[in-house]
């Protein structure tokens, strides 16, 4: 071998040119082995400057290989399949196992007009490697082509010994018989392709990778038995070669690079795959090669991105890939060069943070109280709350008396809620922000509303990826996106998958079965209802309730679920700050502090359990009692929190001591309202913002009864007409059907009807049952009170039942008067007023509204003389000062009254004033 002593001696050796001139030296070339075309050719590739290096199919001279099989060209009808010659398999597998991936030097002896290139080809970086043809004639794989004026050829003359050596050896093609056993059985189709995915279970099987289409599609032959198959990477998806309506095609960004980097890690390799999922006769596998998994590298070098369909069915942890995907992105690689994160404007604290769950909104987002205070609304990533299927006009077509109430009259909607709010309330939760989803305007028809910006996260607690919980119970569905928008959440496949179990399981809104349904009484509002509910309510004791809605700190929804009722609930015994109201247009400004008792209260027990007393109703329909939650009195709770002042209707209440020491304790802390308190409470001036007309509306009234109390009960003469009707078509079917004396067992609560001292029978509720003989009754329409035998009691004809005609007798308080301590000062007045009113007509007008009845003034129907003020004229009740502006006109006469009675000394007055002498034995002075 010749070799010059130029400068380029090591890259280029001189080799004698085969024919022709002596003299010329032909170039030596290197390249890596690419891929075996047959026996006789190879790919070679080059150097790559910048994009894929340049390529070169080499034929090696002087032999001739055998011919491959060939598949009929498609287009060509006339065109048959061919099979393999014998032995061409093994030289090309030959070449293949000795050749693929390593480097070789080449010179090329010849070149056809057409470009094709032969020559010969060593193995190494020199000619002193293995030279190829010699070892494919040695080994029986190639003929030696003895045609042509070769014979002085030294190449030539090696190869026609080394063959002559093979022949003797009877190797390859010089072997006895045809060598039919060398021809495979090649199977271009498959019949069933998903049956026989499915019939090798997953389990990895030997593979020569034959060609690479584009970065994630192989044509792959399955060995030993000759499966020609095109297999597509699960989970992923290269950028590809789109082909053109006129044959060409236009690559993707990436598309070649991503091609060069599979090709030149698996095409002709020898690998493994596990054929996964066959959905379309689309195979879906992964690749297993010992230096690593293709698809997660192409993923992390920026070659190829997650495709959710698919990724369900990769079978070597789906995660990996979602991985690798972000930490390209993050690197911004190749396809994501121009990549920006959905949270890339969010500071780190922004993204990622602990916070405690206020609220549960609908059933797809959370209302969440930050370290600095701040509250905010987060959504869960990916999800949809159960939501009404079909058009919207099915809505329209609804029940019309009925108002819609999307979390009980969606299907699962109320479900979805309650496991949240049952996992989270109160709780805190990590939260992990995956995007904000920008704002939307309403579509111009109106069939998609205007969403405003919302922030979407991942929402875990303890581990447990909330949304993923919700789906897997079949509470939520998952949202598809579009291949590349990646405003989703960071464990998009984890729900995919939930989902599918939630599917296969026939969960939640999966499920066949009938969806549940609430019928939910909404008594919120009504008086009409809420009064005939009141006595059930009151009867009931604690009764269970959900708080759905804080209005303000004393104003709360409860949702009942015994009676499966929603209500409006007024905190009793406190007076809180009210918030800022617009009454018929006019903005009235907030108390201070109402914003901070309703945090308080909503903080305390929004969306939580509590138990509830029910004690009265106002004339709005609103209930008004105590509520309790794990052991704390809210009314309580708020007044110890300087957020409420006791009212002085909590006098009766069990509560009372509780509220004032509470009260106290506040005042002396000076805490929120009591801020500015000096101690004196006679010079208190209590705020009263509020600047609306006292109201005039007085209606005739009937006074059935007057209590020792100094409470009174009217029937509405408007209405009295109704109960005469009723009396009397009770009566007369009592008269057809006598009740069976003593076949009534009276229990506490029921209604029933009593027999009076006057031998008729009115309608009554049983109090309470001492013995049979001692019953208490109390008659609904009248008022008054009884103890009773038994046997003069009776079952209340349904017909007559209160939800047919609500009970009549109302109770009332007079209003701006005090009623006496002292018993016999109190008989007295008992005594005056029923002399003067009993079962008389009256006007009545409502006044203000305490805990357990309303209180009001009353004027005699013929002289409009006020009832109570006549009291406070003869000296028998004192003032109770209000401090409602609208009320002063009122209160001063009543006051001017006193004083006139005072000066007269009249019964109370007639040892003076007896307050004054005290606060002047005290030392105040008035
Ligand atoms: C060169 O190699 C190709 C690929 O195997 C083959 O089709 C062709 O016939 C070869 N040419 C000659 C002259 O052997
Ligand atoms: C929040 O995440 C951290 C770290 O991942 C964990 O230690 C902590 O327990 C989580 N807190 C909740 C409430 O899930
Ligand atoms: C199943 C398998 O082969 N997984 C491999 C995929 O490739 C990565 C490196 O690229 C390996 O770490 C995994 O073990
Ligand atoms: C009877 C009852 O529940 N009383 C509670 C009212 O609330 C205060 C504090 O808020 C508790 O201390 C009482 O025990």
């Known amino acids: 071998m010749a070799s010059s002593s130029s400068s380029t001696a090591t890259l280029t050796t001189g080799v004698m040119q085969a024919q022709g001139n002596p003299a010329t030296v032909l170039p030596l070339q290197r390249g890596i082995v690419k891929m075996v075309l047959s026996g006789c050719a190879i790919i070679v590739r080059g150097q790559p400057r910048g994009g894929p290096p340049p390529e070169r199919q080499i034929n090696l001279s002087n032999i001739r290989a055998f011919t491959l099989a060939r598949r009929a060209a498609q287009s060509q009808p006339d065109t048959k399949d061919t099979s393999d010659e014998p032995w ?74 080394l063959e002559d050596q093979a022949k003797s050896a009877k190797k390859g093609t010089w072997s006895e018989g045809a060598g039919t056993h060398t021809i495979r059985d090649i199977k271009y189709t498959i019949e069933n392709p998903r049956n026989f995915v499915d019939s090798l279970h997953q389990k990895p099987i030997n593979a020569i990778i034959e060609h690479v289409r584009d970065g994630s599609i192989v044509r792959a032959l399955l060995l030993p038995d000759y499966y020609l198959v095109t297999v597509m990477l699960s989970g992923i998806k290269c950028p590809i070669f789109k082909r053109e309506p006129d044959g060409t095609e236009t690559p993707e960004p990436f598309a070649a690079e991503a091609k060069f980097f599979t090709e030149s890690r698996l095409l002709q390799r020898d690998v493994q795959i596990i054929l996964e999922s066959c959905p379309n006769q689309v195979i879906l596998g992964t690749i297993l090669h010992p230096n690593g998994n293709i698809t997660e590298l192409l993923l992390k070098e920026g070659f190829a991105r997650c495709v959710d369909w698919s990724m369900a069915v990769y079978s070597q942890g789906a995660d990996k890939l979602r991985a690798a995907e972000r930490s390209a992105k993050e690197r911004r690689v190749r396809i994501w060069k121009d990549y920006v994160a959905p949270t890339a404007n969010l500071d780190q604290k922004d993204k990622q943070f602990v916070a405690k769950v206020m609220q549960i909104v609908n059933a797809d987002a959370i209302v969440v109280k930050l370290n600095s205070g701040d509250c905010r609304t987060i959504h869960l990533s990916s999800i949809r709350p159960p939501r009404i299927e079909g058009d919207a006009n099915q809505e329209k077509n609804r029940d019309k008396d009925k108002r819609f109430r999307p979390l009980y009259d969606i299907p699962y909607m109320f479900e979805a809620r309650e496991f949240l709010r049952k996992k989270l309330i109160g709780k805190k939760v990590n939260v992990s922000v995956d995007y904000i989803r920008a704002a939307t305007a309403a579509s111009d028809t109106g069939s998609t509303p205007a969403f405003p910006e919302r922030t979407c996260a991942t929402v875990t607690i303890g581990g447990i990826n909330i949304a993923e919980a919700l789906v897997s119970k079949g509470l939520a569905t998952v949202i598809r996106y579009r291949q590349d928008d990646d405003q989703r959440s960071s464990h998009y496949d984890e729900l995919l998958a939930a989902e599918a179990r939630a599917i296969k399981n026939g969960k939640g809104l999966h499920s066949k079965k009938e969806v549940p349904i609430h019928r939910v009484a909404d008594i919120s509002g009504e008086t009409q209802k809420a009064k005939q509910f009141l006595p059930f309510l009151q009867r009931a004791g604690r009764s269970e309730a959900v708080v759905e809605y804080v209005f303000s700190g004393s104003r709360l929804k409860l949702y009942m679920p015994k009676e499966t009722c929603l209500i409006t609930f007024l905190l009793a015994g406190i007076e809180c700050p009210r918030g800022s109201r617009n009454t018929a247009g006019v903005i009235q400004e907030a108390e201070p502090f109402s914003d901070e008792a309703c945090l308080f209260t909503k903080e305390l027990v929004l969306q939580r359990e509590v138990e509830v007393e029910v004690e009265s109703m106002d004339k709005a329909g609103n209930f008004i009692g105590w509520l309790h939650i794990d052991g704390v009195n809210l009314s309580v709770a708020l007044v110890e929190h300087g957020l409420s002042k006791v009212h002085f209707t909590a006098e009766r209440s069990s509560y009372y001591k509780t509220l004032l020491s509470a009260e106290e304790s506040a005042q002396q802390k000076k805490e929120k309202i009591w801020a500015n308190y000096e101690e004196s409470p006679q010079e208190e001036v209590v705020q009263v913002t509020e600047e609306k007309e006292r109201i005039v509306n007085y209606k005739p009234v009937f006074i059935t009864e007057i209590t020792d109390e100094l409470h009174f009960y009217v029937q509405d003469v408007e209405t009295g007409s109704q109960l005469e009707k009723l009396m009397e078509t009770m009566r007369s079917e009592i008269a057809a059907h006598p009740p069976v004396e003593g076949s009534y067992a009276p229990r506490r609560g029921d209604y029933c009807i009593a027999k009076f001292a006057d031998g008729e029978w009115y309608r009554a509720r049983v109090e309470k049952v001492e013995t049979p003989s001692k019953v208490h009754v109390f008659y609904i329409d009248y008022g008054n009170r009884e103890v009773v035998s038994s046997v003069r009691l009776a079952q209340l004809p349904p017909s007559f039942s209160v939800g047919s005609l609500p009970a009549q007798a109302k109770e009332y308080a007079f209003a701006f008067i005090q009623v006496p301590q002292d018993e016999d000062a109190r008989a007295d007045v008992v005594d005056n007023v029923v002399r003067d009113i009993q079962n008389t007509q009256c006007l009545l007008n409502v006044e203000y509204v305490g805990a357990s009845c309303s209180f009001v003034t009353l004027q005699f129907s013929d002289s409009k003389d006020d009832v109570g003020l006549g009291l406070i004229k003869e000296g028998m009740v004192m003032v109770d000062v209000r401090k409602e502006k609208h009320l002063q006109k009122v209160v001063t006469e009543y006051l001017n009254a006193q004083e006139a009675a005072k000066a007269a000394r009249l019964n109370l007055w007639r040892y003076g004033d007896f307050r004054a002498d005290d606060a002047d034995e005290f030392g105040f002075s008035r």
């Open 88 to 161: 061409a398999w093994q030289a090309r597998e030959f070449l293949r196992k000795k050749l693929i991936g390593k480097e070789v030097c080449f010179t090329v002896e010849n070149k056809t007009p057409q470009g094709r290139e032969y020559g010969l080809v060593y193995l190494g970086k020199d000619t002193t490697g293995e030279n190829i043809a010699e070892s494919l004639v040695s080994e029986g794989l190639a003929v030696v082509r003895r045609e042509g004026n070769r014979g002085n050829n030294p190449d030539q003359i090696r190869l026609c010994d």
